[in-house]
C-alpha cells in the first residue's frame, strides 16, 4: 500500500517529465537518415498549407562554418497562436489528422534539430507584417529559459501570404561539397514528391527547378521506348484498426528489354534503370519509402531490375504500414501481409520469368544474326517477291523465338521488306535441334547457320509462291504436326 506521502513523490508535473537540456540534445539523433528526408518535413507542411511554390536555398560551405538553409513557401501561413506552437513538440493544430502528410506535431522541430543547431519560423498572413519564433540548441542546453513567443518580424515576408524556416549552423550535413549536396536533393526530392512536380508544384533549389523523377519509368523515353503497365492496378480493401475501409493500390510495370538490354551501363543508371528495383510506397501521394516490401519468400535478383512495382495508401491505414513520426520506411502488418503479400510475390515472380525470357530472346536472337546475314546476301540472286506499296528490292531477315500454338514449329510474315520468322519454343523441333546445338556453342555455329537457312529458305518459298498466304499456313501447319509427331518418336 503506497502512503500519500510517497503518492506526493511519485507524482510529477508533466512539465517536469522531461529534462531540456538533454532531450534537445537527444532529439537531434532522431532517426532522419538524410539531409532529404528532413527537408520532407518541412515540404509536407508547405503542401499541406496549400503552396505551390517552394524554394529552398542553401548558403554556399566555407573553410570552417556550416551552411545556412532557408525553405520558403507561398502558402497560408500561420496565425500567432500556431506560430507559437510550431516548435513545440507534438504542437500541432492538426494532431492525429488523417488528411494529409503530418499527424504527431513532430516533423518541424524534430528534423530541424536533426540537421541545425537553430531554428527560425517565420510567417505572415494576409499581407500582415511577419512575426517569427526560434530554437537555439546551445541555448537550451546551457540551461537557458525557453521563449517561443512570437515577435515582430519586418521586412520579412514576401508575398500576401507564406512561410520561412530558417536552419543555421547546419552541423549534420553528410556532404562537403555544395554540388554534391545539390545533386542529391534534386534526384531524391525529385523522386519523392514526383506526383506533385508533374502537378502543379513548383520546387527550386537554388534557383534550378526540381524535377519529376519517375522510378517506374513511365514517361521516360529512350530509343523511343518507355515502362509500360504490365496489369491494370490491383486494389485490395483493408480495415482499419477503427472499422473503416480503405484500398490499397499496387501497380506493376515491365521495362522494354528488347529494346533496352544493349543500353551501356553508365546510361542505364542515368536513365534509372540499374539499381531501382523494387517497391515504391506512396503515402498521400509522395513517396514515403522504397525497398522489397511484401515480396513474401522471394529474393531481390539482378532480373529484378527491369520490372517495378508502385503501392499507394492513404494516412487512414498508417498503422497497417507501421508509418512512425519521421515518416522513414514501413512495418507492413500481419493483417496487411496477409491481404497482399501472397499475390504479390507471385506477381514478382511472374515477372523475373518474363524477363529471363526476354533476355533469352535477346541472346537467341543475337545468335541469328550471322545466318540472317548470309540470306540476305543471297537475296539479290533469289526470284523477287513483290510488295504491296514502294517497298521494293532485296530483302531483310530477321529469326526470333516466342511461344505459339503448340504444333505450330514456326510462323512468318513479310513486313516493309524483312521476312520474320519466328520459331516456336513449345514445338517439340525447338528442343530436338537447338539444345544440342546451345550445349556445342561455339563448335556449332556453322551446324547452327545450316539449320537456320533451311527455315529462312522455306518461309522464303512460301511467301513467293502463295500471296494470300492460306496454302502455306496450311502446309505449313501440316508439316509441323507430321514433323513433331515423328519427333516424338525418336
Known amino acids: 500500500m503506497v502512503s500519500g506521502n510517497e503518492r506526493g513523490v511519485a507524482m510529477v508535473r508533466s512539465a517536469d517529465l522531461l529534462v531540456s537540456s538533454n532531450f534537445i540534445r537527444a532529439v537531434r539523433d532522431s532517426g532522419y537518415v538524410s539531409l532529404s528526408t528532413a527537408l520532407a518535413e518541412l515540404i509536407d507542411n508547405s503542401l499541406q498549407a496549400g503552396a ?7 548558403a554556399r560551405l566555407t573553410t570552417n562554418g556550416h551552411p545556412e538553409i532557408r525553405v520558403g513557401d507561398n502558402g497560408t501561413g500561420m496565425s500567432r497562436s500556431q506560430l507559437q506552437a510550431c516548435l513545440r513538440f507534438g504542437g500541432s493544430s492538426r494532431f492525429d489528422d488523417r488528411n494529409s502528410f503530418g499527424r504527431f506535431g513532430m516533423g518541424l522541430p524534430a528534423a530541424s534539430l536533426s540537421q541545425a543547431r537553430r531554428v527560425e519560423v517565420i510567417s505572415w498572413q494576409k499581407g500582415r ?23 515582430l518580424k519586418r521586412n520579412a515576408a514576401r508575398g500576401q501570404s507564406g512561410c520561412l524556416v530558417i536552419w543555421q549552423d547546419c552541423d549534420r550535413i553528410e556532404y562537403r561539397r555544395l554540388a554534391w549536396l545539390e545533386r542529391a536533393l534534386h534526384r531524391d526530392l525529385g523522386r519523392t514528391y514526383r506526383r506533385f512536380l508533374q502537378q502543379n508544384l513548383t520546387l527550386t533549389l537554388n534557383g534550378k527547378a526540381v524535377q ?8 521516360t523515353e529512350a530509343e523511343g521506348y518507355s515502362g509500360r503497365l504490365a496489369f491494370e492496378p490491383m486494389r485490395y480493401e483493408i480495415e482499419t484498426t477503427s472499422g473503416v475501409t ?9 521495362l522494354p528489354v528488347h529494346h533496352w538490354h544493349h543500353l551501356d551501363n553508365v546510361t542505364k543508371r542515368r536513365i ?11 503515402r498521400a501521394g509522395r513517396e514515403i519509402a522504397s525497398g522489397w ?7 531481390k535478383e539482378n532480373y529484378d531490375d527491369w520490372w517495378r512495382c508502385e503501392i499507394d495508401f492513404d494516412p487512414i491505414l498508417d498503422e497497417h504500414f507501421g508509418i512512425t ?9 500481419q493483417v496487411l501481409r496477409e491481404a497482399v503479400e501472397s499475390e504479390l510475390e507471385s506477381i514478382a515472380r511472374l515477372l523475373n520469368g518474363r524477363v529471363r525470357q526476354a533476355f533469352e530472346e535477346v541472346k537467341f536472337q543475337a545468335a541469328t544474326e550471322a545466318s540472317c546475314r548470309i540470306a540476305a546476301a543471297a537475296d539479290a540472286d533469289l526470284p523477287v517477291i513483290r510488295s504491296s506499296g514502294k517497298h521494293h528490292g532485296a530483302l531483310g531477315y530477321r529469326i526470333k523465338s516466342d511461344q505459339l500454338p503448340v504444333d505450330t514449329m514456326f510462323t ?24 544440342p546445338l546451345q550445349l556445342l556453342g561455339g563448335d556449332a555455329s556453322d551446324l547452327r547457320a545450316a539449320l537456320e537457312l533451311f527455315v529462312l529458305a522455306f518461309a522464303r518459298t512460301a511467301t513467293l509462291l502463295d500471296h494470300d498466304g492460306k496454302l502455306c499456313d496450311e502446309m505449313l501447319q501440316l508439316w509441323s504436326t507430321t514433323y513433331g509427331r515423328m519427333l516424338q518418336k525418336l
Open 212 to 219: 519529376a523523377i519517375d522510378p517506374m519509368l513511365l514517361a
Open 272 to 282: 534509372g534503370i540499374v539499381g531501382n528495383a523494387g517497391v515504391s510506397i506512396m
Open 129 to 151: 507584417t511577419a512575426h517569427a519564433v526560434n530554437l537555439d540548441v546551445d541555448a537550451i542546453v546551457a540551461g537557458e529559459q525557453v521563449d517561443l513567443s512570437p515577435r
Open 52 to 58: 505551390d511554390e517552394i524554394t529552398i536555398d542553401i
Open 412 to 435: 512468318s510474315s513479310l513486313n516493309q521488306r524483312t521476312l520474320e520468322v519466328t520459331l516456336n519454343v513449345d514445338h517439340p523441333s525447338y528442343a530436338a535441334l537447338y539444345q
Open 246 to 254: 480503405s484500398f490499397v493500390t499496387v501497380r506493376f510495370v515491365s
Open 293 to 299: 516490401y511484401l515480396m513474401g519468400s522471394k529474393r
Open 325 to 333: 513520426i519521421n515518416k522513414q520506411g514501413i512495418r507492413p502488418s
